[in-house]
């Protein structure tokens, strides 16, 4: 027999599974960047946003 190469042959479908979700975990990761980064864009319509009185000082 001849030397046993690095990585076990018989976990290989263990290991396309991890990867398999950690791909979807990104995927779901970007998607929800996206869609969160669109709908603050899409909301916003070029208004600045609110000013809390408390906390912002008054302008001289």
Same mark, same amino acid.
């Given at each position: 027999?001849?030397a046993? =190469?690095? *990585?076990?042959? =018989? ?5 396309? =599974?991890? =990867?398999r ?16 980064? *669109?709908y603050?864009?899409?909301? *916003? ?5 609110p ?10």
């Open positions: 027999a001849g046993r =190469r690095p *990585g076990s042959a =018989r976990h290989k479908a263990g290991a396309v =599974r991890k =990867r979700i950690a791909f979807a975990v990104a995927a779901v990761v970007l998607a929800g960047a996206l869609g969160a980064g *669109g603050y864009a899409a909301s *916003g319509d070029g208004e600045a946003p000013q809390d009185s408390k906390q912002s000082s008054p302008l001289p």
